[in-house]
């Protein structure tokens, strides 16, 4: 007990941690408890952070805020019809139309390995093809109820994103033009006695900012590299894999690698093993390594790094809790948690030991 009582008073015994604690388990609270019914005022508020950099641009050039705000909207609005109008149209189609292409694929699949019994007879044999054409069999049909169901739920979710579309740029509009003010009532709201936890948030605005924006630009560059690459080729679905493999770059080491499956199947079924489904795959790994290796470093030089098992750790976690968001997420959230680590004082603050800022 009195260890506990210890360890209690060491890290629990400044007012300032008990402030900060506070902090982070009101934020949680909020977003495990009304996360579904605030998901459009967040999606809102991660949109105007983005978009403040453009906004604070301009108002270094001595542009006044309403009209720098007015400019950065419409682009933004221009941007998002382009989006709703241009790519998600092609998306969506493309992705209809490799649904119905699946149970080909899989027949394929099924004609390809029912020939390696004659061909590798020592390794294979037709009673082991048997089971597994039969159970290919039953996951084409539960596929074929799990789409079927999908599209009942798809009206369902096409009311949710039009009050997405339309309530999403209206709270982007407001948290930018009102920003001071929106600001001013949370810092009323907190305590006076605040220094650490404006502390932690400096160093997590710092990190997190850098991230995020970098990995928009990530997105739009990986995906359009790709697109480009799979036109070249004439590659079957180049929009939707495209977009798929721009957008596995949120989740690193395990995006790209779950992405080579289905560009492999697709360049597999349209042009078979020949010498362009290896350009195809060649230049999907080409894309990915100097993704890695060229990319990320110059776009995140500024971002302290996270150990892998640390971002896998991390993607498991959120995404276990908080599902596509918590994956979108993982990263700016385990760099808040690294962040509170090094900034959480290990002794009381007047023996003077306490994680400087900058060092998460």
Known sequence: MQRVTGWFNKHFSNPQVIILAAVLLGGVLIVVGMGRMLAPLLAGLVIAYLLEVPVALLERLRVPRLLSVAVVFLLFLTLLVLILFGVVPAVTHQLSELVNRVPDYFATARDSLLALPDKYPEFVSQAQLSQFTS?????????????????????????????????????????????????????????KNRDLVSRVWKDVDKQIGNYVRGKVVEIVIVGMVTYLTFQWFGLNFSVLLATLVGFSVLIPFIGATVMTFPVALVAWSQFGLDATFLYVLGSYVLTQALDGNVLVPLLFSQVNNLHPVAIISAVLVFGGIWGIWGVFFAIPLATLVQAVMSAWPGEPVDAGVAGEPGNA
């Open 135 to 191: 159970a290919i069999g039953d996951e084409i049909a539960s596929f074929g109820q799990a789409v079927l169901k999908r599209t009942v739920v798809s009206l369902v979710d096409l009311i949710g994103l039009v009050i997405y579309i339309v309530l999403v740029p209206v709270l982007v509009f407001f948290f930018l033009k009102d920003k001071s003010v929106l600001v001013g009532w949370v810092r009323a709201c907190l305590p």
